[in-house]
């Protein structure tokens, strides 16, 4: 059978193609532009011109820069959110698989999770230090919570028949963790890992503000506690564009990772 | 062979007690094709997942080629109803059929021969990259006989696998399963709650009662061998045999009440 050719609506030609790029870049360009027209020739010390704070951008954000403070802060993020990942879905498989575990960890899982996770910088330090192990724990303790979560929650829920067809099939160990378990909580998992990405970004920034002789929050107050306001700017511009780019490319891995799932789904919606 | 000695089964949660199978023997012998039917809510599917080792008795035994099942025992494959639940949409067709084999270890070029064969015996042999849900339901269904194949079962267990497809759909699927059986002389227990499905496609339909389940009748099905969907369906002995069945299953939903 032939699917019937049909005549896009006005809508779905929006979704995909130019139409997608221009929705999606179209407000924040409006925004820019606002903000650049209502700043210029601002002389309010606070809130300086937007072409002064790009002007200053290009200047702070060099090569070095990037190296002494920028860079450090990516090391920090990626191995705390790293740890709270593969720590997460461990820890998850675990507590999801077995009822006593969970009934055992759970009290004290929403304990610590309660705690606000910037409260522990200053325990961190007295117990580990100034150095770069203490920002990347309290960046780890912060974002495993979603992933933790998240991962209980999809090892719960995944489906009665294709258990009994692993057990059928003498689909044990590894074969079974890997293709049945992980799998079918792997949704979960990326929605949490996608909350804790953004939890990470904020605990890495906090944790340098507090303690740190560098690093991408460091720099930002460092820059505000010297009156160099335009220079503050943009680092706050900085950190935002670094959110986007680690958000598109958390979606790309997404894309990669959950294809099946989100086939599964437009197909069953069509049909 | 499969062996069921006085299986019960009492489904007891949240204070509410069911007697799910009352007393139930019967025995398949190795090679035979045995359709079980009943009405519905008879515990056909509670019988199935008994003799596949997914649930454990409450007494009586069920013995597969001469052991007795405590859990899922090898050389026995099971079809689930839910196709779209039984494979991994995650998986290709090819790694959904292929994944029993690994985990038995078979050697790689052997399980790449046992995945081909069993994907062309389905009719699927173009399509072994493709994922689950981007085929019909029909050719799901395929997918889950195929793996079943591949893993070279002695006795297969089939749990309404054709009641969620079409009607076109499931008569080729009524024959595929018919040549499949020949060709792998395989011991087969088909459940079905279809009368006329139990008639065309077993060597013998076994009625079930309503629970407390017993056998109700346990009729041979002396068609031949070669059966066809229009000449066997407009068979004199069909009819026969499907009236018997029939009127036996009204008699044991009407008989519902009798002590």
Known sequence: ????????????????????????????????????????????????????????????????????????????????????????????????????????????????????????????????????????????????????LNTVEGVRGRDEVLSDTCRSYGIHGVLRLRHLVLRSASPQIVTGARQALSIAIILMVISEMIAANNGLGFTVVQFQRGFQIPEMWSGVLLLGLLGVALAGAFQLAERRLLGWYHGQRTGRRER | MLEVWNLRKVY?????????????????PGGQFACVVGPSGCGKTTLLRCAAGLLPATAGEIIVDGARVTSPPA??????????????????VRDNVALPLKAQRIARSRRDTLVDEALAAVGLADAHTAYPWQLSGGMQQRVAIARAIAYQPRVLLMDEPFAAVDA????????????????????????????????????????????????????????????????????????????????????VKTGRTEP
Not at chain 1, 141 to 146: D, L, M, T
Not at chain 2, 75 to 92: I, K, M
């Open chain 2, 168 to 251: 076109q759909t499931r008569a080729d699927l009524e024959d595929l399963i018919r040549a499949v059986w020949r060709r792998l002389g395989v011991t087969l227990l088909f459940v079905t709650h279809d009368i006329d499905e139990a008639v065309y496609l077993g060597q013998r339909v076994i009625v079930l009662s309503a629970a407390p389940t017993r056998v109700a009748e346990d009729l041979a099905v002396d068609l031949p061998a070669d059966r066809d969907q229009l000449t066997t369906r407009a068979d004199a002995r069909f009819a026969e045999l499907r009236g018997a069945v029939y009127a036996q299953i009204q008699k």
């Open chain 1, 1 to 148: 059978m032939k699917p019937t050719p049909r005549k896009r609506s006005l809508r779905s030609r929006f979704r995909g193609g130019p139409g997608r790029v221009l929705l999606a870049v179209g407000l924040p360009v409006v925004l820019v532009a606002v903000w650049w027209a209502a700043s210029a020739g601002s002389t309010d010390f606070y809130r300086p011109p937007l072409s002064r704070i790009l002007v200053a951008f290009a200047d702070t954000w060099t090569w070095d820069r990037i190296r002494s403070d920028v860079l450090p802060s990516l090391a920090r993020l990626a191995v705390g959110y790293a740890l709270a990942l593969v720590g997460g879905v461990a820890l998850g498989v675990l507590v999801g698989s077995s009822r006593t575990v969970r009934a055992l960890l759970e009290p004290l899982l929403e304990f610590l999770r309660a705690i606000p996770p910037p409260v522990l910088v200053p325990v961190f330090i007295l117990l580990s230090g100034l150095g770069d192990r203490t920002k990347v724990l309290v960046i780890a303790f912060g974002c495993v919570w979603p992933v933790l």
């Open chain 2, 75 to 92: 050389g026995l494959a099971v079809v689930f109803q839910e196709y779209g639940r039984s494979l991994f949409p995650w998986l290709r």
């Open chain 2, 12 to 28: 007891d949660a949240h204070g509410r007690r069911v007697e799910a199978i009352g007393d139930l023997t019967f025995t398949v």
